[in-house]
């Protein structure tokens, strides 16, 4: 269906002032007075139009007091509706200006923002509308509040753009960007350029460059490499980063991916996976992929298939291929261990094997328990029948006993 702008305005003694040509140009770009089918009043509110070049201007201007600019899609419902204290019409660049502009945006028919700024520019195509300078722009579904210093609104794509100096918040979300690009239909927002995105419950802070908010599904995903911030009490307890990370404010459970990477503060231990599960609500961190644990300060280095570490506790469970190494060559392998970090106290169990360089010797059974960075583990059974066997290694020779 072809677009129309249906206008009546009562001219009156102002119609002498405009050409035949201006009165076209101000139809196309705003209603002053009754929309035709509509019934509903705009105006012009103290002055009329102004046709008013000086003979050193290039552009001849229209100039508008106290009025609103409205723009319909081709089945005639509204998708803008802008009020303003001044309006300026330029024919030749085929653009309208507005001061002070504050109004709405419309999708469907439904207001889905609610925006104000220093200045508008409207194209007189209908297609785009810019605002400019201190933007304020609300959608008043869900309570996000964008500013910024531009807006521009493309209804034909459902997308509302804020930019330069951009600041979102929400109840459950304050961010900071370059760019803000919102899918107005989807209520789903992308954020680009320098993002710091500051979750509130919980207290967590995102950094990337790029960040997608499904406003609706509470998820946050951002698929450049991120850092990532937990903090208890204001306090950051603990950091991760990987190369992307979807987090669900909901759920409160964070999924680092590609080179997944937590840090704690305290004790100070780092596990790195390619993928892991951090829930942020019960302080628990799980992976069913290779991971590996390092104690910084114990210099104690463990490998698993798989683990779960529970923050509170400060314990870890490491399941499949185990292998610990301390800083002195001594070295544990096991199927399964638990590693608590405040006891300096590891327990293996299946197929333990143990073995330290100095002095050279080895122990294999079904148990072991210890502090590996001390050197000092006991080896046991499991009842089964199974013996311990101690392995010593002189420099010149080697004499099992059993």
């Not at 520019?121 to 509308?129: E, M, P």
């Not at 937990?230 to 680092?256: C, F, M, P, W």
């Not at 019960?282 to 644990?293: A, L």
Request: aromatic content about 6%; overall charge positive; hydrophobic content about 35%.
């Amino acid at each position: 269906m072809r677009r129309t702008n249906q206008f009546k305005i009562p001219l009156g003694k102002f119609a002498p002032t405009l050409s035949s040509a201006s009165r076209w140009l101000l139809f196309s770009l705003i209603s002053v007075g009754l929309v035709a089918c509509a019934g509903s009043q705009t105006h012009v509110t103290t002055k009329p139009p102004v046709e008013s070049p000086s003979p050193g201007e290039k552009d001849s201007n229209l100039t508008f007091f106290g009025v609103t600019l409205e723009q319909a899609d081709e089945v005639g419902r509204p998708i803008w509706r802008v009020r303003a204290k001044q309006a300026k019409y330029t024919k030749e660049k085929q653009i309208g200006a507005a001061q002070s502009p504050y109004g709405e945006l419309y999708q469907d028919g439904k207001v889905v923002y609610q925006v104000q700024a220093q200045m508008a520019d409207i194209a007189q195509d209908g297609k785009q509308l810019f605002l400019k300078g201190k933007i304020v722009a609300i959608d008043p579904r869900n309570g996000v509040v964008l500013n910024g210093n531009e807006l521009e609104w493309r209804p034909k794509e459902d997308l509302l753009i804020v930019r330069n100096q951009l600041h979102g918040t929400h109840k459950q979300l304050q961010a900071v960007a370059q760019e803000a690009r919102v899918k107005t239909r989807e209520q789903r927002m992308e954020f680009s350029g320098g993002v710091v995105a500051n979750c509130l419950e919980p207290q967590l802070q995102m950094r990337t460059e790029h960040l997608t908010w499904r406003i609706k599904e509470e998820t946050l995903i951002g698929d450049r490499p991120v850092q990532m911030d937990h903090y208890k009490n204001n306090q950051i307890t603990d950091r991760g980063q990987g190369d992307s990370a979807e987090v669900n404010l909901k759920t409160k459970i964070a999924t680092v991916k590609k080179n997944a990477q937590l840090e704690l503060l305290d004790p100070p231990v780092q596990v790195a996976s390619n993928s892991m599960t951090w829930n942020l609500n019960s302080e628990t961190v799980k992976t069913n992929s290779p991971v590996r644990v390092f104690h910084q300060t114990e210099k104690v280095t463990v490998s698993a298939n798989q683990g779960e570490m529970k923050i509170p506790e400060k314990t870890v469970y490491l399941t499949g291929n185990v292998s610990g190494v301390g800083e002195r060559g001594q070295s544990l392998k096991s199927k399964t261990l638990t590693w608590y970090f405040d006891k300096k106290l590891v327990e293996a169990q299946g197929d333990v094997v143990y073995r330290q360089a100095d002095p050279p010797l080895a122990f294999t059974g079904q148990k072991a328990s210890g502090d590996l960075q001390a050197e000092t583990i006991v080896i046991n059974s499991d009842g089964s029948g199974k013996k311990v066997v101690t392995e010593i290694i002189p420099q010149d020779r080697k004499v099992k006993n059993q």
